[in-house]
């Protein structure tokens, strides 16, 4: 099936930096990219959905200047996480699709811890 | 508004015994109703998708039903493993002719025991 790479796996990092994770297809192209974030014993909550080549569309509440996403080509988006704190700290998980596919497949998530 | 709700919140059975996780929604318009399992600290892994002419579809020991008039999912898992403790995401999608909003269920965390 379909692989959906995500990089890295976990990161620590100190608040106020800022940290970017990539989400990459790897034998399809993913015109639309989703990132979600999960805290523990929850369920995956969307932050924002791209599209390859346009601007990405956040969920209300989702601060845009915040959590930057790019999705310069059809196998690549990342969310870069700018000037994190502790509470940005979450599990990120992105999904890809193909067109308007039923299916979604999934990264293996980021572990963001922020000290 | 579009919710799903699953049931029951968490489950603990014994290996090798059968299960039932439900999944109720209020999606509309349905497009599709797709089952995951997420184990801990990993992202989910699809075991099922239904469209809406679809009532039963099976993955190996998993087998998904969709009652498209009642809004009711259930994942069915037969002669459990240990390895099957996850939790179980049910994921409804609304149809849109460009590409549909999905809604996450809070999922379903099972745990089997030896």
């Known amino acids: 099936g379909a692989v959906v790479s995500q990089h890295p796996s976990r990161v620590i990092c100190k608040s106020g930096t800022s940290v970017k994770i990539e989400c990459r297809s790897l034998d399809f192209q993913a015109t639309t990219m989703f990132w979600y974030r999960q805290f523990p014993k929850q369920s995956l909550m969307l932050m924002a959905t791209s599209n390859e080549g346009s601007k990405a569309t956040y969920e209300q509440g989702v601060e845009k200047d915040k959590f930057l996403i790019n999705h310069a080509s059809l196998t690549l988006s990342t969310l870069t996480v700018t000037s994190a704190h502790p509470e940005d700290s979450s599990f990120y998980i992105c999904s890809a699709r193909v067109g308007t596919g039923k299916k979604l497949f999934f990264g293996s998530g980021t572990q963001l811890s922020v000290l | 508004k579009n919710q799903v709700e699953q049931s029951p919140q968490s489950l603990i059975i014994l290996e090798g015994k059968n299960c039932t996780l439900q999944c109720n929604y209020t999606v509309s318009p349905f497009s599709n109703l797709r089952w995951y399992k997420q184990d801990t600290g990993r992202g989910p892994v699809s075991l099922t998708i239904m469209t809406f002419s679809e009532n039963t579809k099976s993955n190996g020991r998993y087998t998904a039903t969709l009652d498209a008039d009642t809004k009711q999912s259930s994942l069915h898992i037969t002669a459990s493993q240990l390895s099957d403790s996850a939790s179980y995401i049910c994921?409804?999608?609304?149809?849109?002719?460009?590409?549909?909003?999905?809604?996450f269920g809070d999922g379903t965390t099972l745990t089997v025991k030896p």
């Open positions: 994921v409804v999608t609304q149809y849109n002719t460009n590409a549909g909003k999905s809604t």
